[in-house]
T-cell receptor
Framework: SQQGEEDPQALSIQEGENATMNCSYKTSINNLQWYRQNSGRGLVHLILIRSNEREKHSGRLRVTLDTSKKSSSLLITASRAADTASYFCATDPSTGNQFYFGTGTSLTVIP | GAVVSQHPSWVICKSGTSVKIECRSLDFQATTMFWYRQFPKQSLMLMATSNEGSKATYEQGVEKDKFLINHASLTLSTLTVTSAHPEDSSFYIC?????????FGSGTQLSVL
């Protein structure tokens, strides 16, 4: 399976705190992306980081990528209750045009 | 980004019947669409890549005769779950890729009784 793994599986924090989730993958990639999914809904793209980039910011999101370790992290700063959702990393392998998703982190932000 | 419409959003059917799910790219001509399956509290598993005008590419372990994919136009791909059984109950979701990003339909929750 080309599916990556994320940890933690579940994370519960207080509003205002930072949330960090990690993703590990198995193959060489063109880029790595993070998506958000509210329960029972489709996924929404959050941020893309290319294989030659190490860090990227977008609003309250900060993504890092370590291709030597085949890992990435997503940091959400100053979390809000509305950030409650599942977060998935997805990799775009160097070979083929498929996208493979990690196992996901379920984030709960308590107001 | 691309707008993707998926229909129906929820379907209940009897065991043995077939169910068709439609995925439409409303504002983008998609030569490729992706079909995923998701079990509760689990990740998305890529089932197949739908290619306009040609056969779909199925992931290992996915039965192509069970999950029929048709991509007859640049804006429509369909997934038919044939002779559905309770173990086929799942959340099915389609997506298109535009500018290296995936844009998803809202998903279809299939419940087979």
């Amino acid at each position: 399976s080309q599916q990556g793994e994320e940890d933690p599986q579940a994370l519960s924090i207080q509003e205002g705190e930072n949330a960090t989730m990690n993703c590990s993958y198995k193959t060489s990639i063109n880029n790595l992306q993070w998506y958000r999914q509210n329960s029972g809904r489709g996924l929404v793209h959050l941020i893309l980081i290319r294989s030659n980039e190490r860090e990227k910011h977008s609003g309250r999101l900060r993504v890092t990528l370590d291709t030597s370790k085949k890992s990435s992290s997503l940091l959400i700063t100053a979390s809000r209750a509305a950030d409650t959702a599942s977060y998935f990393c997805a990799t775009d392998p160097s070979t083929g045009n498929q996208f493979y998703f990690g196992t996901g982190t379920s984030l709960t932000v308590i107001p | 980004g691309a707008v993707v419409s998926q229909h129906p959003s929820w379907v209940i059917c009897k065991s043995g019947t077939s169910v068709k799910i439609e995925c439409r790219s409303l504002d983008f001509q998609a030569t490729t669409m992706f079909w995923y399956r998701q079990f509760p509290k689990q990740s998305l598993m890529l089932m197949a890549t739908s290619n306009e005008g040609s056969k779909a590419t199925y992931e290992q372990g996915v039965e192509k005769d069970k999950f029929l994919i048709n991509h007859a136009s640049l804006t429509l791909s369909t997934l038919t779950v044939t002779s559905a059984h309770p173990e086929d109950s799942s959340f099915y979701i389609c997506s298109v890729a535009q500018n290296e990003k995936l844009f998803f339909g809202s998903g279809t929750q299939l419940s087979v009784l």
